[in-house]
């Protein structure tokens, strides 16, 4: 796991391995944000994380503010959401944030932290998505933070008990000003 900037960790995991790292962080965080790069991605989490039992918002269609105003009202639960969605219904609000995928551009990882605001933002970076990662890697390295995680277990890195802290990428605001 490599912290990337204040707030921003990018953790290289097996593709199959990233239910079970969300089951664990669903125990241990209340209102837990999801980002998926598709529909199909986010119907497919939302299924398995409902058959665990885990109370699900599925957010996939942009026109509806439904999902997250459940999702607001119910602090013991998941918002499952498109990056269409977070774009088009932000700011949302959640305790962890977690990047399925990676981004597809500094600008569009730079949206997403403004559209839901939380203290931590992990993505995870599957084998395929390896190069796209090192590239956004490249555009934080003067964030203050920056650094290779080492051997340090997930929670010397993350603060899962609550913050009011929220990750932020300075050096992506200053290049891509993003209206609203």
Known sequence: MQQVHPGGFFWTVQRGDRLGHVVSFVA???RLALIANSVRDAEEYAERLTLSGV????????SSNAPAASFQADPASTL???HEYVLQQRPISAG????????????DYAKRLE????????SFVVPEDDKRAK????HFHHDQGHGDAGDATIDQLIDLTGSDAVAMVTSARRRFPLGR
Do not use: C, F, G, N
Request: net charge positive; no cysteine; glycine share 0%.
């Open 96 to 107: 962890m944030t977690i990047h399925l995928r990676t981004a597809l551009s500094v600008r």
């Open 135 to 138: 590239s956004l890697r490249s």
């Open 28 to 30: 241990q965080t209340e």
């Open 80 to 82: 499952i959401a498109t």
């Open 115 to 122: 559209a839901l605001t939380s203290a931590v933002h992990l």
């Open 55 to 62: 109370p699900v918002h599925l957010a996939i269609d942009p």
